[in-house]
């Protein structure tokens, strides 16, 4: 990858539906070329896809709580079943299996504390095999990036 690969991915992560000439225009290509470097990122995986971002707040799910889960168990089958049930939860933005005292770090999207108890008790509580959670509040995104883009 090199530096015009990398201004293309920034142009990209900034505003995902530049047209083809935007783009070649921000970068210093001609359309061609341009249209080329795209196509091979993409082929590559390096660009995955593109996407809306939506706005949490118009959304009625100002909140972020970032939730840890202690699991009872770690069969395969127990964490099977729990990531199944946590990808149907459509608050949940992210989850991640960790490292540490706790086994899954969850990103999601709430209104307010009562959002949240709600989240709480009406889905994860019923999801099987959870021993313990510990949230925070998030008070304020310091930045939000999908992915980093080398410099």
Avoid at 13 to 38: D, F, H, K, Q
Wanted: net charge neutral.
């Amino acid at each position: 990858m090199d530096p015009i690969d990398r201004k293309i991915l920034r142009a990209l992560a900034r505003r995902g539906r530049l047209t083809n000439a935007e783009l070649a225009e921000e970068v210093g290509l001609s359309p061609s070329p341009c249209w080329t470097r795209v196509k091979r990122l993409e082929q590559a995986g390096v660009i995955r896809g593109y996407a809306a971002l939506l706005d949490q707040a118009a959304l009625g799910l100002p909140d972020t709580v970032f939730i840890e889960v202690m699991m009872e168990r770690h069969d395969e089958e127990s964490l099977r079943r729990f990531e199944a049930s946590v990808n149907a939860i459509p608050e949940v933005l992210e989850c991640h299996l960790i490292t540490g005292e706790y086994d899954y770090m969850i990103k999601a999207a709430v209104s307010g504390t009562q959002g949240y108890e709600t989240l709480l008790r009406e889905r994860l509580y019923r999801l099987s095999g959870i021993r313990h959670t510990r949230t925070s509040f998030a008070l304020k995104c310091l930045k939000h990036e999908l992915a980093p883009v080398p410099g």
